[in-house]
Nanobody, 113 residues
């Protein structure tokens, strides 16, 4: 079981940016994904990075979201630019594909219009 901790969320105005962090020991040896769950909706895939850093994104989010890895810091980041109110959600990281046992508390991103 991989223990991951998300951080970096907050309240931000539309058009702003945030960088979310996902940290955990052993993370460098796993493909990692970012996911989000908006109020009243199901959790959805946002982006993923392979062990070697190859990335993939949900098509509708491509261009505003960037996933990167810092192997020295055992951290995977999700940069979100040009935030929109519809980006409001709890953001989670997990392995790719996701493992039920790895879901953490997530970090809340709240975008005001």
């Amino acid at each position: 079981q991989l223990q991951l901790v998300e951080s970096g969320g907050g309240l931000v105005q539309a058009g702003g940016s945030l960088r979310l962090s996902c940290a955990g020991s052993g993370i460098n040896n796993r493909a990692i994904g970012w996911y989000r769950q908006a109020p009243g909706k199901q959790r959805e895939f946002v982006a993923r990075a392979s062990i070697t850093g190859v990335t993939s994104y949900q098509n509708s989010l491509r261009g505003r979201f960037t996933i990167t890895r810092d192997y020295d810091k055992n951290t995977v980041y999700l940069q979100i630019d040009s935030l929109k109110p519809e980006d409001t959600a709890v953001y989670y990281c997990n392995t790719w594909p996701p493992n039920t046992n790895n879901w953490g508390k997530g970090t809340l991103v709240n975008v005001s219009s």
